[in-house]
């Protein structure tokens, strides 16, 4: 079956490369949301796929790369938010991949529950100005989607072994932002993709570095602290968020800076 995707649009994309011993790592980031590729001999995983609107910048991601849609052998998602799930749920529907996740989230991306910020939530930041820019910016590309995916397979999380899939992520359980997050370390556990368990920036916050997600899109916010604090173990130089640029200096130390703000 045919399905169009959105128009191409000129929104700003940036693609920084991570080397690792067999596999590469490129990171995709855009003003609104990030998601990675994975490339292990001509293969391809997806981590997230951004919001429904962004589909076909996912594609024209992965052709930047020198590759394409079919060469991706499977999906990994952080979590079910609608700007990491939406991207999938059409490219899935388009290409059949299989999108695979901590077992908690399962129910989550197939939207039979929901854990995102809604309308009340938003009500203490309306003096917020980046919150009305950012709505604008990103009601056109689906924030208020419900679609969920039409398939979405759990993986097997005893022990910390790699996952069967180009580039051999590693699930690490980081619930909290919402309840099956999960982040994965790649490029052999130089770097780690760390969804909205730890970000870098966001739209609406005001400060840029390394910070725990602004509290409104927490669904348990003790827990996702919690979620943190474990960061500060790993030994990963280079942290991929899922929202904010990428940043050097180690993983550990980003995790301590954000639980210190
Ligand atoms: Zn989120």
């Known amino acids: 079956m045919m399905m169009r995707l959105p128009f191409r649009t000129a929104r700003p994309m940036t693609i920084t490369r991570v080397d690792g011993d067999s596999s590469t790592t490129h990171f995709v980031s855009t ?8 490339e292990q001999d001509g293969e391809l995983t997806l981590i997230d796929g951004g919001y429904p609107g962004q589909a076909a ?20 998602l952080t979590h079910a938010h609608v700007d990491h799930l939406g991207g999938l749920v059409k490219l899935q529907a388009k290409y059949g991949f299989d999108v695979y996740m901590d077992p908690v989230e399962v129910d989550h991306a197939l939207r039979h ?7 009340l939530d938003l009500a203490p930041q ?12 990103t009601t056109p590309l689906g924030v208020l989607s419900r679609a969920g995916l039409a398939r979405a397979s759990g993986f097997s999380t005893d022990g910390h072994r790699p996952l069967d899939l180009p580039g051999a992520p590693v699930p690490v359980a980081s619930p909290g932002h919402t309840d099956g997050h999960s982040a994965y370390l790649v490029a052999d556990g130089r770097a780690l993709v760390s969804g909205d368990a730890l970000v870098s920036g966001h739209e609406i916050s005001s400060i840029t570095g390394p910070q725990c997600i602004p509290s409104l899109f927490q669904h348990d916010e003790p827990t996702a602290r919690r979620s943190v604090q474990r960061f500060t173990e790993l030994d990963a130089d280079i942290l991929l968020p899922g929202h904010g640029p990428i940043h050097h200096g180690g993983v550990a130390a980003a995790a301590r800076a954000a639980l210190s703000r």
């Open 126 to 137: 309306v003096a917020n100005p980046r919150l009305w820019a950012w709505l604008a910016k």
């Open 57 to 76: 910048q996912v594609v024209e991601s992965i052709e930047r790369i020198g590759r394409k849609p079919e060469d991706v052998r499977g999906a990994l």
């Open 113 to 119: 529950h929901l854990q995102q910020a809604n309308a």
């Open 31 to 38: 003003d609104v949301v990030n998601w990675v590729l994975l």
